[in-house]
């Protein structure tokens, strides 16, 4: 058996004649970039996560950005985030000019421990003489694999410093956190809607979803050069719309996105069942406040880089998110940071093997993968 780690084509099948028909009309229309069908995605949008504005972008990476740079994050400024992300966390707060600041994530939910973010900032604040100017800007929680960081106290401790929260919701669409959506809690939720994502587009995408009427204006002007109207400039902005083609796709898939997460969790249920109680191998856990949408399904094992090795060679394909933490990414040396520095995110990162996840897995496919997991990290 021959198993992906994600089949994206098998889904498209399931959906073509929609897709044809969407694509169709986008090139009747001519609307290419921004335009209407990108304007009916960001209403379909907001509505899906109960928020009152969507702004379409060109990616996850541009949505973090252009959130941070509306709330005002520039030169010298300092962005909280966790070590285990994908890079763009990071590299959102370090094109504003500022600087990340990281925090340990918790070992169960693998998403930003409230009480590190709480230690640091006590520390920061006690250290500090002029608070407003040296305390840390914004909080970024990633909503790690589909499941939302513990955002109360998140947003309490955020309260209480003066900081801005946006949530880093790239992989959580549709996950809620106490029946609250992932993405609309903070002053801004950002989404990648990248192929791979739970919600993906077909070539890049992503949105900002915020209830803040001035921060969504503010992100449509710098995504569009920063028109007031055509060629009269508010402000310096960028180029980060969101293509017609992608905004209809991502119309049609939002439709399907329900049904598909409700998959994901039926899979990440059997995995979890067949996995348990499995020797050296940890399964993921949803806590009680969590809606988990599984974007990813990572399990923990002892010599994880020799599993996958050999899972590959039985035919099923496996991944890791994320490798190497960004703290000790090349990228940021400059950081100083060294081995040691986050202990959790460091050994939850070394340990983590992304199992084949995506909506049209069948029970075939997890029990064959779930038997060659068991096989070989049996000691026998
Ligand atoms: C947690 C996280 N943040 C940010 C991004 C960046 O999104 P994009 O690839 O659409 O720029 C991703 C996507 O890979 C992600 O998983």
Sequence with gaps: MNIPFLDLKTQYLSIKDEIQDALNKVLDNTAFAGGPFVAQFEKEFAEFCQVEHCVGVGSGTDALWLALLALGVGPGDEVITVPDTFIATAEAISYCGATPVFVDVDEKTYNMDPNKLEDLLKSRHALSSTPSERMPKAII?????????????????????????????????????????????????????YPGKNLGAYGEAGAVTTNNAELASKMRMIRDHGQEKKYYHGCIG????????????????????????????????LYNKLLSGLEGVITPKEMDYARHVYHIYAIRAQKRDDLIAKLGEKGVNCGIHYPVPVHLQNAYAS????AGSFPVAEKVASEFVSLPMFAELTEEQIRYTADMVKALTSKS
């Design 141 to 193: 929680p990633v909503h790690l694999f589909g499941q939302t960081a513990d955002m109360d106290p998140i947003l309490e401790i955020a309260k209480k410093y003066g900081l801005s929260v946006v949530e880093d919701a790239c992989q959580a669409h549709g996950a809620l956190y106490k029946g609250k959506p992932a993405g609309t809690m903070g002053a801004a939720g950002c989404f990648s809607f």
């Design 238 to 269: 960028w180029n980060a719309r969101m293509d017609g083609f992608q905004g209809a796709v991502l119309s049609v898939k939002l439709k399907h996105l329900p049904a598909w997460n409700e998959a994901r969790r039926k899979n990440a249920e």
């Design 335 to 338: 950081l100083g940071l060294k």
